[in-house]
């Protein structure tokens, strides 16, 4: 069956740190993969997505590389803002089947300055 | 703004009552998703409507509960004879499909139910 699984929270950093949150999925086929964000007290919003091996999604200074290889989807950011303090969920979308989203259990992400 | 939305926001009810929750996705938007969320969990696929056709629904989805959407536009999703293990986000999320894959769903901001 399709899974995602997501390194488990929360993570701490300060304000101008390296941010990695590790991704890894299990899928029939070669699915989507998003990366979606929830800031406090809002609703999901889409943070960037690959739709294809090799294709590197960015947005907001995050990026991703769908590796199919590792099975992977890592989110790194090269400065973390106080500002992104929020959680975090990786996603998959198979080829097939309406193309409904598979979540992982999401990590948060405090950020101190 | 004309994003998602969903009403009530939140939702308080005693075990074994009905309750009913509705979406307004994006206007034009073709799909219409509904997922369940408990604290600490990522969101779980419930069912999805292309248009008014439901086209597939999660084993989640107990004979408790239906979903409709009547004429392609809003939804709504009932639960039957409520239970505390029914606690949880409800999330409603549209999306506009072209034949593409990948396409971006923009996600309501919930209804939370508590079952006392």
């Known amino acids: 069956g399709n899974s995602v699984t997501q390194m488990e929270g929360p993570v701490t950093l300060s304000e101008e740190a390296f941010l990695t949150i590790n991704c890894t999925y299990t899928a029939t086929g070669y699915p989507s993969l998003f990366w979606y964000v929830q800031y406090p007290g809002e609703g999901l919003q889409l943070l960037l997505k690959?739709?294809?091996?090799?294709d590197k999604g960015s947005n907001k200074g995050f990026e991703a590389t769908y590796r199919k290889e590792t099975t992977s989807f890592h989110l790194e950011k090269g400065s973390v803002q106080v500002s992104d303090s929020a959680v975090y969920f990786c996603?998959?979308?198979?080829?097939?089947?309406?193309?409904?989203?598979?979540f992982g259990a999401g990590t948060i992400l405090r950020v101190k300055s | 703004d004309t994003g998602v939305s969903q009403d009530p926001r939140h939702k308080i009810t005693k075990r074994g009552q009905n309750v009913t929750f509705r979406c307004d996705p994006i206007?034009?938007?073709?799909?219409l998703y509904w997922y369940r969320q408990t604290l600490g969990q990522g969101p779980e696929f419930l069912t999805y409507?292309?248009?008014?056709?439901?086209?597939?629904k999660s084993r989640l989805l107990s004979d408790r509960f239906s979903a409709e959407r009547p004429k392609g536009s809003f939804s709504t999703l009932e639960i039957q004879r409520t239970e505390q293990g029914d606690s949880a986000m409800y999330l409603c999320a549209s999306s506009f499909l072209a034949g593409g894959v990948g396409d971006e769903q923009f996600f309501g901001p919930g209804t939370r139910l508590t079952v006392l």
């Open positions: 206007s034009e938007h073709n799909r």
């Open positions: 690959a739709t294809k091996a090799d």
């Open positions: 996603a998959l979308s198979p080829k097939s089947g309406g193309n409904k989203l598979v």
């Open positions: 409507f292309q248009n008014e056709a439901q086209l597939e």
